[in-house]
């Protein structure tokens, strides 16, 4: 078991899991594997959540909702978006059936992981919106303080020592995690450090990736169709000559289809994240479809 709100600060080692979800932020893990959550969980299979960042960095969206220029914005506002971004992934984890102590946030730093992953003899990167330089507590503490009793410090050794220790502790039979092809910086960091941390574990199971951005930089083109659409399949389509999504083969190498049960209690998990909708509102509601889609 994790710690969670409601703990002393004393972390119990965390009980072996069948399925482990690596998600860059919170949101992540709902849009790219709630269905796998749901269906694992029905079948008896223990799943544990990880969340790599905080989701603390989002300077669009926090201007937009506290009305404040770009430059105006304080490291507390990203401390703050912290620890709702937080308390939104609990939320999401309890519509659809997965208890608080399965969910572990790693606490690195949002708009940073592929810099990091890149400088690998560099010293503790800072981030620019919070100010920290060190894995922090927002509404729950982080895995490395209460996990060693200290603070980890935003390296590569340190994220892969995390990442490396809950694969080896969980021992999962199948590992589930956003594709190095995704357009978002943080998503194709996360699908690099986990590849490495199973190689170092000596993982021999299932390794699964997803998909959450894809398409121009100013112009998100994935996923398709876009809009709420639960009876619908993902589709790959053409975008300025290219086919979206770019970097992966299609079809995906894994279908698997949901029942209208989970499309509705997925589509009620990512209504938790509100937080994101004013600027997000239809990414998030386009993963509402009848599949969830994977590639090795």
């Known amino acids: 078991m994790m710690l969670t709100a409601g703990y002393n600060g004393r972390a119990l080692l965390p009980l072996r899991a069948d399925v482990l979800v ?3 932020h919170p949101d992540d893990e709902t849009l790219g594997t709630a269905g796998v959550i749901m269906r ?19 300077e669009e969206l926090l201007s937009l909702v ?3 220029r770009p430059e105006e914005l304080a490291p507390e506002d990203y401390l703050r978006s912290a620890r709702i971004r937080q308390q939104e992934a609990f939320a999401a984890a ?28 560099a010293g503790p990167f800072t981030s620019r919106f919070t100010g920290q330089r060190a894995t922090y507590a927002a509404l729950v503490p982080d895995y490395h303080r209460s996990r060693f009793g200290r603070p980890a410090a935003y390296t590569k050794a340190c994220v892969l020592k995390d990442v490396t220790d809950l694969i080896c502790t969980l021992q999962p039979r199948h590992i589930y995690m956003t594709n190095e092809a995704d357009r978002h910086p943080d998503h194709q960091a996360v699908g690099l450090f986990v590849r ?5 574990a000596g993982f021999a199971g299932g390794l699964h990736t997803y998909l959450i951005h894809s398409g121009p930089v100013d112009d998100e083109q994935w996923p398709w169709p876009r809009g709420v659409t639960p009876t619908l399949p993902f ?3 053409l975008y300025d000559g290219k086919r979206i999504p770019e970097g992966l083969p299609w079809p995906p190498q894994e279908r698997m289809p949901l029942n209208d049960r989970e499309i509705g209690r997925k589509l009620q998990a990512i209504l938790a994240y509100r937080s994101q909708f004013p600027v997000d509102e239809e990414l998030l509601l386009s993963f509402s479809k009848n599949e969830e889609i994977f590639w090795r």
């Open 94 to 121: 309890a519509a659809i059936g997965l208890p608080p102590s399965c969910i572990t946030f790693l606490a690195y730093p949002d708009a940073g992981l592929l810099p990091i992953y890149k400088a690998a003899d």
């Open 235 to 237: 589709e790959a389509h």
């Open 196 to 200: 490495e941390a199973a190689e170092r």
């Open 40 to 58: 694992s969980l029905a079948a008896g299979l223990r799943v544990h959540v990880v969340i790599v960042t905080n989701g603390d960095a989002y």
């Open 22 to 24: 690596f998600a860059p």
């Open 66 to 68: 506290l009305r404040k």
